[in-house]
C-alpha cells in the first residue's frame, strides 16, 4: 500500500520557471515531511523539511506548502535552474517509528 | 551537516560469489541504520533497518539470509549479499539518523553488477 502519491513522476521545466511536485499521504500520524533531492548515480540528500504545525516552509528558491486538512504537501522550486534537474522524493514519518515512507519520485529536468 | 560514507560505490563480482558493502557514520553516532534499494527510475526500497548490538529487522518479502546485515558498532554498519545472482544487480544506499534526530543522511551508494 502506498502511502504517500507523488505527482507528476516526470516534469519539465523551462529555465526561470516554478517546479511544482505534490504529494498526498494517507497516515494521519505522520508528522515530519521532508523532501529529498537525488541525482544520478548518488544518494538523496535533505532538500528542506516541514512539521504539520506549519502551512508553509521557504528555503532560498525552495518552499514546501502543507495543507493538514487535505492531508497535502508540495514543493515549490522557484526560479527552477538547470542544476535543479534531479529527482525528488517526497516522504513522511511519525514520531517513534523512524522508517521513513518515501513517494515514487519525480524526475525534474530543467531545460534553457 | 552529517556525512555517510559508503563503500565501495561500484561493484562487479561474478554469480555465487559473496559482496560486502560498508556504510559508515563519519562524525556522528548512529545507533540505527538503514538499507535501502533502488531500480532504475523507481523509489527507494527500504530492506532493513539495522540496529547496533542486535538483530537487523528485514522488511517482508526480503531474504535475510541472502541479505546479510551487521551493526557492529555505533558507526558502522555491513551489508553482505551473499551468492550474489544477476537478480541481485542493482543500486544499494544505506542511510543514518542521529540519536534522537529525524534527519536521514544518505551514503553516496553502491552499484552492485552481478554478471
Known amino acids: 500500500q502506498q502511502q504517500v502519491k507523488q505527482s507528476p513522476q516526470s516534469l519539465i521545466v523551462q529555465k526561470g520557471g516554478i517546479s511544482i511536485i505534490n504529494c498526498a499521504y494517507e497516515?494521519?500520524?505522520?508528522?515530519?515531511f521532508p523532501w529529498y533531492q537525488q541525482f544520478p548515480g548518488k544518494g538523496p540528500a535533505l532538500l528542506i523539511a516541514i512539521r504539520p504545525d506549519v502551512s508553509e516552509k521557504k528555503e532560498g528558491r525552495f518552499t514546501i506548502s502543507f495543507n493538514k486538512s487535505a492531508k497535502q504537501f508540495s514543493l515549490h522550486i522557484m526560479d527552477s535552474q538547470p542544476g535543479d534537474s534531479a529527482t525528488y522524493f517526497c516522504a513522511a514519518s511519525y514520531g517513534g517509528y523512524q522508517k521513513v515512507t518515501f513517494g515514487i519520485g519525480t524526475k525534474l529536468q530543467v531545460i534553457p | 551537516g552529517a556525512v555517510v560514507s559508503q563503500h565501495p560505490s561500484r561493484v562487479i563480482c561474478k554469480s555465487g560469489t559473496s559482496v560486502k558493502i560498508e556504510c559508515r557514520s563519519l562524525d556522528f553516532q548512529a545507533t540505527t541504520m538503514f538499507w535501502y534499494r533502488q531500480f532504475p527510475k523507481q523509489s527507494l526500497m527500504l530492506m532493513a533497518t539495522?540496529?547496533?548490538?542486535?538483530?537487523?529487522?528485514?522488511e517482508q518479502g526480503v531474504e535475510k539470509d541472502k541479505f546479510l546485515i551487521n551493526h557492529a558498532s555505533l558507526t558502522l554498519s555491513t551489508l553482505t549479499v551473499t551468492s550474489a545472482h544477476p537478480e541481485d544487480s542493482s543500486f544499494y544506499i544505506c542511510s543514518a539518523i542521529i540519536n534522537g534526530g529525524r534527519e536521514l543522511f544518505f551514503g553516496e551508494g553502491s552499484r552492485l553488477t552481478v554478471l
Open positions: 497516515n494521519t500520524a505522520f508528522d515530519y
Open positions: 539495522s540496529n547496533e548490538g542486535s538483530k537487523a529487522t528485514y
